[in-house]
């Protein structure tokens, strides 16, 4: 079984369930005790800057606030390179906790022993 989880969520508020099952699932698996890396690439990019993911909502859903912080609290929460850059979004921008990196780092993260990567 893997011992890391590399989640990649390319959906935001236009994909509303595809997004909060990639937030859901790494959220179940910090709380399994599982290495998680999450990133936001797409429209899910937004979900960095801070009241971003309160506007978000979906009905039966646990609240992105939510699981947003127990990522940060037993996670990695990563804004892709390129995504923030066409979005003017800074790294004094984010949440704390959030960190701006490129496909380099997520394709090291990714190929990692022990790793698996999931797309949403």
Request: overall charge negative; some cysteine; aromatic content about 6%.
């Amino acid at each position: 079984m893997a011992k890391k989880l590399v989640i990649k969520v390319t959906a935001g508020a236009d994909a509303p369930e595809r997004c909060s099952q990639a937030f859901t699932v790494a959220a179940v698996a910090v709380a399994s005790g599982v290495e998680v890396s999450l990133w936001l690439t797409g429209e899910s990019a937004w979900f960095a800057l801070p009241g971003r993911a309160a506007e978000f909502e979906l009905p039966h859903a646990a609240p992105l606030p939510d699981l947003i912080d127990s990522l940060l609290a037993g996670g990695r929460i990563t804004l892709c390179t390129q995504c923030a850059a066409r979005r003017d979004i800074t790294e004094k921008d984010v949440i704390e906790g959030v960190r701006i990196a490129g496909a380099q780092v997520f394709v090291q993260e990714a190929m990692t022993d022990d790793t698996q990567a999931l797309v949403y």
